[in-house]
């Protein structure tokens, strides 16, 4: 059972696009941790958001934890080819438990 | 320093091959994990060391091997692996009983297996 519903799954842009990348679930998470991941890389994380309702800016980047802790979104303005990955999301419902990962949005932006 | 140092970056290894995927951190963090990742999909979880104890094997099978000889380092030992284990390997790690940073896991770049 996925616990974590991301979508889109594919988003392919033109530089200087907005877009919106959504993850939901009927669970509640404790924290939601947002990564993007490159290529032969690993998963660096972007941000942790932890109380209900929270928004955090990361230069272009808006996270939001929706009020009840169950949902979340990300939020890109003005895209750049240097956005291009793949974006996940991961909820955690306990300290040090494992984490539930959505599918990952695989987002590309073109000059 | 938020670094997971994972090494080798890149492996072939045959089926009769015996391996070993490092990894190592030193923030101090007292759960380490290990994943499989397939391309453009999600890190599948495979085990979780707590205090360096196994607490967390997601029933895989016995050709993967873990061990965590102390707190910063955290190894995979492969054997007798099979094609379809052919995959990029990532560890991660997170504090524990800090209360702000609880569920924060940090990955290294991982290592890209191929099987032969």
């Known amino acids: 059972t996925q616990l974590l519903e991301q979508s889109p799954q594919f988003l392919s842009i033109q530089e200087g696009e907005n877009l919106t990348v959504y993850c939901n679930s009927s669970?509640?998470?404790?924290?939601l941790q947002w990564y993007r991941q490159e290529p032969g890389e690993g998963p660096v994380l972007l941000v942790t958001v932890v109380t209900g309702g929270e928004v955090k800016k990361l230069k272009r980047l808006t996270f939001q934890f929706g009020d009840a802790r169950k949902d979340s979104s990300l939020h890109i303005t003005a895209a750049q080819p240097g956005d291009t990955g793949l974006y996940l999301c991961a909820g955690a419902r306990t300290s040090g438990s494992r984490l539930t990962f959505g599918e990952g949005t695989q987002l590309t932006v073109n000059p | 320093d938020t670094e997971v140092t994972q090494t080798p970056k890149h492996l072939v290894m045959g089926m009769t091959n015996k391996k070993s995927l490092k990894c190592e951190q030193h923030m101090g963090h007292r759960a380490m994990y290990w994943y499989k990742q397939k391309a453009k999909k999600p890190p599948e979880l495979m085990f979780v060391?707590?205090?360096?104890?196994?607490?967390i094997n997601e029933s895989v099978p016995s050709r993967f091997s873990p061990e965590c000889p102390n707190s910063s380092l955290l190894n995979l030992h492969l054997h007798a692996l099979q094609p379809e284990d052919s995959a990029l390997y990532l560890c991660?790690?997170?504090?524990?009983?800090?209360?702000?940073?609880?569920?924060?896991?940090?990955f290294g770049a991982g290592t890209r297996l191929s099987v032969l």
């Open positions: 669970s509640v998470f404790s924290s």
């Open positions: 991660a790690s997170s504090p524990i009983g800090q209360k702000l940073a609880k569920n924060i896991q940090y």
């Open positions: 060391y707590s205090y360096e104890k196994l607490s």
